[in-house]
């Protein structure tokens, strides 16, 4: 599985949150916006909550299970992977919803004196910051599932016994 490139996630972020901003300038020229749900930020947040606590709990049983305690519970291989596609899924999503709303929230700091506009600029610097989250838990919970790089493909020699 191929780990997940900042430089894919930032160019995801970017392109969205051009062409959020475009699309919100033409929306704002007609003196209406899409609005921003006050949900986006509490969904995204919550996702990062999962993808931290499930590699904390992964982090937390690999470590029990090198340590060769008693009562370390195995890690079954098949749900790692799973979760780290679930992580770069996350990940994806979450850079491209965090441009979209980044790019709404750049159009809405030109009117915060309209409460309503406020309220909408304050739910996209939440999501922008809640989608950023969601990244870092997603890249943290794939650097805990990240399998040690044997000797032999490394280019180096494997030791004998």
């Given at each position: 599985?191929?780990?997940?490139?900042i430089?894919?996630?930032?160019?995801?972020?970017?392109?969205?949150?051009?062409?959020?901003?475009?699309?919100?300038?033409?929306?704002?020229?007609?003196?209406?916006?899409?609005?921003?749900?006050?949900?986006?930020?509490?969904?995204?947040?919550?996702?990062?909550?999962?993808?931290?606590?499930?590699a904390?709990?992964?982090?937390?049983?690999?470590?029990?299970?090198?340590?060769?305690r008693?009562?370390?519970?195995?890690?079954?291989?098949?749900?790692?992977?799973?979760?780290?596609?679930?992580g770069?899924?996350s990940?994806?999503?979450?850079?491209?919803?965090?441009?979209?709303?980044?790019?709404?929230?750049?159009?809405?700091?030109?009117?915060?004196?309209?409460?309503?506009?406020?309220?909408?600029?304050?739910?996209?610097?939440?999501?922008?910051?809640?989608?950023?989250?969601?990244?870092?838990a997603?890249?943290?919970?794939?650097?805990?599932?990240k399998?040690?790089?044997?000797?032999?493909?490394?280019?180096?020699?494997?030791?004998?016994?």
């Open positions: 599985m191929k780990e997940l490139r430089r894919t996630l930032a160019a995801v972020f970017v392109v969205a949150g051009v062409l959020s901003w475009a699309g919100a300038r033409l929306w704002s020229a007609v003196d209406t916006l899409p609005s921003v749900p006050l949900a986006a930020p509490i969904v995204l947040a919550l996702i990062a909550v999962v993808l931290l606590a499930t904390l709990s992964l982090r937390a049983r690999l470590k029990a299970q090198r340590e060769r008693a009562d370390a519970k195995g890690v079954d291989p098949l749900m790692a992977a799973r979760a780290v596609v679930f770069q899924a990940a994806l999503v979450a850079a491209l919803v965090a441009g979209m709303y980044g790019g709404t929230g750049v159009v809405l700091l030109e009117s915060l004196d309209q409460p309503a506009r406020r309220d909408q600029a304050i739910y996209a610097g939440l999501s922008l910051v809640a989608g950023i989250a969601v990244i870092a997603a890249l943290f919970l794939e650097r805990v599932c399998l040690p790089e044997d000797d032999e493909h490394n280019g180096g020699t494997a030791p004998t016994t």
